[in-house]
């Protein structure tokens, strides 16, 4: 099993921009969910998961949207990038009836100029 | 909504020495309790985590933590320091779908 996977490892965008940050895993897990870590503050919950077709919002979904049309992607994207969303991104998935056992991603170092 | 605070941001221990790491949550309902380690440019990594059974729970690498409800803590211990301890530590609590983390405590191992 490859794990959980992120790409890219890095992006550079300017103000404005779009882009989707892919995450996807291959252990056939229920719940996924998006993190951003910044200096001092932790992870933040950004959006999750329960299962395909259905998401939900964490503490900062503000800027960010998801969908989960299958069980193995869960695509997160920016729709407008701001200096604000310069973060580390992490993507989780925790197995069936482990919900709280969350497995981490290698994580995305996203920039905003 | 349930929340966590790591007591020091930074903590640094010589080798062989014991690790403490503090850990206070707060919870309205019974929570699940974890410890995630992060090395340098890696995700996190699940050391520990509590879930309602023992109190003291064993960990890898030789951590364990040990669930005080009067205390509202879960604070993170190691007897004796390793270098290759060094990492940054996060403590999280979990109510239903959504998990909150603390802040991280860096540990600073020193030879």
């Known amino acids: 099993n490859a794990g959980v996977t992120q790409t890219p490892k890095f992006q550079v965008l300017k103000t404005g921009q779009s882009m989707t940050l892919q995450c996807a895993q291959d252990m056939n897990h229920e719940y996924m969910s998006w993190y951003r870590q910044d200096p001092g503050m932790g992870l933040r919950l950004i959006h999750y998961?329960?299962?395909?077709?259905?998401?939900d919002q964490g503490e900062v979904p503000n800027g960010y949207n998801v969908s989960r049309s299958t069980t193995e992607d869960f695509p997160l994207r920016l729709l407008s990038a701001a200096p604000s969303q310069t973060s580390v991104y992490f993507c989780a998935s925790s197995p069936p009836g482990r919900r709280s056992e969350q497995y981490f991603g290698p994580g995305t170092r996203l920039t905003v100029t | 909504a349930q929340s966590v605070t790591q007591l020091g941001s930074h903590v640094s221990v010589s080798e062989g020495a014991l690790v403490l790491l503090r850990c206070n949550y707060s919870?309205?309902?019974?929570?699940?309790l974890f410890w995630y380690v992060q090395y340098p440019n890696q995700g996190l990594q699940l050391l520990l985590k509590y879930t309602s059974a023992a109190t003291l729970v064993k960990g890898i690498n030789g951590f364990e933590a040990e669930f005080k409800k009067s205390e509202t803590s879960f604070h993170l211990t190691k007897p004796s320091a390793h270098m290759s301890d060094a990492a940054e530590y996060f403590c999280a609590v979990s109510e239903h779908n959504d998990m909150r983390f603390g802040a991280g405590t860096r540990l600073t191992v020193k030879p």
């Open positions: 998961s329960v299962g395909a077709g259905i998401t």
């Open positions: 919870s309205s309902v019974p929570p699940y």
